[in-house]
């Protein structure tokens, strides 16, 4: 096996076996790409005249033109005999060359090495390597031309019953067939008398797909997109266009009255300032149901029956879907700490626990810690936990008199005597022997 550098593009060759991939004429290709060819036959090869006698080392070929910028990915050989069936044939190479000149190809831009040719059908060859593992992949653009040749590497004696290329009957254009042979490269219509045609040497090739300015639904631009991409629902393409030079639609969505009432396409002023309702979002459809409220779950575990482009903007847990209502909704419950009543006026608090969970004890509300403790009284008497006990700690204790500290945790500091949970006289009488000022 060697290397190859041919016009600046490399490829290996080798004595690799090129095995083509027999197809139907009407087998169909993917999207974008296209067969180019100059002959015309019936599907069945009626019409086709074969081409003989070929020797070693030979030539013949066509001079296509690529419809587009793409890749030449493919190369076709209808191969066919007067016998019927015949065996395989493996010939010397397929070419493709440069085709700015005639009859004198330019630069060699593919060989694909010793081709295996089944007789009676269309021979497709896509790789150039026996593992088909190489892809055929030649770069052209929109009108150049190029060359497709069949290097013979046997004889052929086509009266005998073997198999060769075919040209079609419909005349020979002239600048488009040609035959090597005697070193020298000539038209080869020069060479048909009876019912010339052109030789039937194909080519598919995968055209680009054109580029151009994208708008999605935000009305923001990209440049250079294929087409193909730019078919998302709102997407604006505009061909061979740069976004410098376009104006993306206004964007537009479904306009809700609060209620499930839908109006399509609409802009965002006219539905929001013009008709009041509430826009559903760029690109929103009615039948998305975007207009159907359902039920938020809000971070402290409410919930409100919203829209969901009204839900999102206020830091929601989670929307549970259009037509979903609160009183069917599971909002994520949020946890906080929980003092527990352990007796003799103390507390132990508990981290992460729900309301429901912290049960009759304290809960100390939705994502408090226990860090610093809620739950605990570094000096009993010291309301406003400044280190001494005051006049001011007095007006805190007056406020909680009488006040329950399982119910009120806030209370913790004025439940001095520690004999019960109740802020009473005992608390008052045990808080005025300790007052520092």
């Known amino acids: 096996m060697s290397k190859k550098n041919s016009g600046g593009r490399v490829f290996w060759i080798g004595r690799a076996l090129a095995t083509g991939l027999i ?18 036959f019936a599907l069945d090869f009626s019409g086709a005249i074969i081409i003989g006698d070929f020797v070693i080392g030979e030539q013949g070929g066509a001079r296509l033109t690529s419809p587009c910028d793409g890749n030449i990915v493919a190369i076709q050989i209808p191969w066919i005999s007067n016998s019927g069936a015949t065996p395989q044939t493996l010939q010397d190479s397929i ?53 497709v040749t069949l290097q013979y590497g046997e004889n052929t004696n086509i009266a005998g019953g073997d198999a060769s290329i075919v040209r079609d009957t419909s005349g020979c254009t002239s600048g488009l067939n040609v035959l090597f042979a005697s070193a020298t490269w000539f038209d080869f219509c020069l060479f048909q008398i009876v019912t010339p045609g052109n030789v039937a040497l194909r080519a598919v090739v995968d055209c680009a797909e054109p ?8 009305a923001v631009c990209v440049d250079d997109v ?25 964007p537009v969505g479904a306009c809700c009255d609060g209620t499930g009432g839908c109006l399509e396409n609409q802009t965002q002023n006219f539905c929001e300032n013009i008709l009041s309702r509430t826009y559903g979002g760029n690109g929103s459809a009615c039948a998305d149901q975007i207009c159907d409220p359902g039920a938020c779950c809000m971070q402290d575990g409410s919930c409100q029956d919203l829209l969901e482009s009204v ?42 626990q729900t ?31 400044d280190g001494d006990i005051d006049l001011e700690d007095l007006d805190a204790f007056t406020a909680c008199f009488g006040a329950d500290v399982t119910i009120s945790p806030e209370c ?22 300790i007052i520092t000022g």
Request: hydrophobic content about 35%; proline content about 9%; glycine content about 10%.
């Open 412 to 433: 913790l500091c004025a439940n001095v005597d520690s004999a019960n949970n109740v802020i009473d006289l005992n608390d008052w009488s045990s808080l005025a022997t």
């Open 311 to 352: 839900c999102s903007t206020m830091n929601p847990t989670n929307f549970e879907g259009p037509g979903t209502t609160c009183a069917g909704a599971s909002c994520t419950q949020p946890t906080g700490a929980c003092c527990i009543d352990v007796g003799g006026g103390n507390f132990v608090c508990v981290p992460d």
């Open 95 to 147: 070419h493709v060359f440069d085709g700015a000149s005639f009859p004198i190809p330019g630069t060699e831009l593919l060989l694909l090495d010793a081709p295996l040719l089944t007789p009676g059908a269309l021979n497709e060859f896509r790789f150039i390597d026996e593992n088909n593992t190489i892809p055929i992949n030649v770069p052209v653009t929109a009108g150049q031309q190029f060359y």
């Open 211 to 218: 580029a151009g300015a994208c708008c999605d639904f935000n």
């Open 23 to 40: 197809i139907a004429i009407t087998a169909p290709l993917q999207a974008a790409e296209q067969v180019v060819q100059n002959d015309v």
């Open 355 to 385: 309301e429901a969970n912290c049960g009759g004890d304290i809960w100390q509300g939705p994502f408090t810690t226990c860090t610093p403790d809620p739950c605990s009284c570094g000096l009993p008497g010291d309301m406003d936990d």
């Open 226 to 250: 294929s087409e193909g991409s730019c078919e998302n629902p709102g997407d604006t393409f505009f061909l061979g266009q740069a976004c410098s030079g376009v104006t993306c639609p206004t």
